[in-house]
Nanobody, 128 residues
Framework: QVQLVESGGGSVEAGGSLRLSCTIS??????????MGWFRQAPGKEREGVAV???????AYAEDVAGRFTVSKGNAKNSLFLQMTSLKPEDTAMYYC????????????????????WGQGTQVTVSS
């Protein structure tokens, strides 16, 4: 069973920064097979992709966060991060970490229904 736990959310003013962390509990050798990424869902809106990393290290970003957010895997195994800078009020949402064994082409589409394993989410609130 794969489990993901997010942390690092909070409240910041516009222009500020936050770093989200995700720990995935699985066998270490399986970790390297996974597409991992960050998704978010604002009230009244559908869940959307923010940033993903394929199993072989390719990254993709949503257009409205490219250049402001950076997704990375940690030196410690089984960890994923999202560094968020220049935050805007429209970035306010519940942020979820997700993972699954996916081909790169599928992973890079950042479609939530393609991934089976999800964390509980961490709230990010950006005030103007």
């Amino acid at each position: 069973q794969v489990q993901l736990v997010e942390s690092g959310g909070g409240s910041v003013e516009a222009g500020g920064s936050l770093r989200l962390s995700c720990t995935i509990s699985t066998y270490t050798y399986e970790y390297f097979d996974y597409c991992m990424g960050w998704f978010r869902q604002a009230p009244g809106k559908e869940r959307e992709g923010v940033a993903v990393l394929t199993y072989n290290g390719r990254a993709a970003y949503a257009e409205d966060v490219a250049g402001r957010f950076t997704v990375s895997k940690g030196n410690a195994k089984n960890s994923l991060f999202l560094q968020m800078t220049s935050l805007k009020p429209e970035d306010t949402a519940m942020y979820y970490c997700a993972a699954d064994r996916l081909a790169s082409s599928v992973c890079l589409r950042m479609i939530p229904r393609d991934l089976d394993y999800w964390g509980q989410g961490t709230q990010v609130t950006v005030s103007s």
